[in-house]
């Protein structure tokens, strides 16, 4: 089975400049995850999809973040300006059910100069 | 917010020599969940232990949970060097939708 797929691994940026990452989630898994992770912190969620729809998106600052999952498969994560705070990695996961594990990618590493 | 506040932040040990985690949390769970990460990969699911349960065993993985004292610990046994990483918990409450919430982590080092 194929795990979460993720792209691009790294990416560096100037500050006020935009960029875009990808997740392809586990097959057939309806809940898909974005979680933010700063260096030498734990992973810190920003939104929550089930299918196609939002579950929460609570933590996202919606100013500068934005996130879809097109017919419930693939998301993309947006950030329009970054700002140097933005440096992380990018986390997505999934999960089939409300009962056990999240499937995590490898991660997007992004670096905000 | 970070649910889990794991301790010690760091911990070195020397190959073969037992590893102990351990993870406190606020408020009421679903179920406690360990992950752990390599550096510079993705997290990888270690063990589940439901808020009915106490103890949890998984080959060199030894779970348990307190949910009086909203506690858990992690004990490696037998340590490889292959087990440097960081190990996270993770926190599912009873409410809302289904979210793990995460702490910050321990940094584990074993010395071959």
């Known amino acids: 089975e194929a795990g979460v797929a993720q792209s691009p691994r790294y990416k560096i940026i100037e500050k006020r400049q935009s960029v875009a990452f990808w997740c392809n989630p586990i097959s057939g898994h309806a809940t898909l995850y974005w979680y933010q992770q700063i260096l030498g912190q734990g992973p810190k969620l920003l939104i929550q999809f089930q299918n196609n729809g939002v579950v929460d998106d609570s933590q996202l600052p919606k100013d500068r973040f934005s996130a879809e999952r097109l017919k419930g498969v693939d998301s993309t994560l947006k950030i329009q300006p970054a700002k140097l705070e933005d440096s992380a990695v990018y986390l997505c996961?999934?999960?089939?059910?409300?009962?056990?594990?999240?499937?995590f990618g490898e991660g997007s590493r992004l670096t905000v100069l | 917010s970070q649910q889990g506040e794991e301790d010690p932040q760091a911990l070195s040990i020397q190959e073969g020599e037992n590893a102990t985690m351990n993870c406190s949390y606020k408020?009421?769970?679903?179920?406690l969940q360990w992950y752990r990460q390599n550096s510079g990969r993705g997290l990888v699911h270690l063990i589940l232990?439901?808020?009915?349960?106490r103890e949890k065993h998984s080959g060199r993985l030894r779970v348990t949970l307190d949910t009086s004292k909203k506690s858990s610990s992690l004990l490696i046994t037998a340590s490889r060097a292959a087990d440097t990483a960081s190990y996270f918990c993770a926190t599912v409450s009873g409410a809302g939708s289904y979210q793990l919430t995460f702490g910050k982590g321990t940094k584990l080092s074993v010395i071959p």
């Open positions: 996961a999934s999960t089939s059910d409300f009962s056990g594990e999240l499937f």
């Open positions: 408020t009421s769970i679903n179920n």
């Open positions: 232990i439901r808020s009915n349960e």
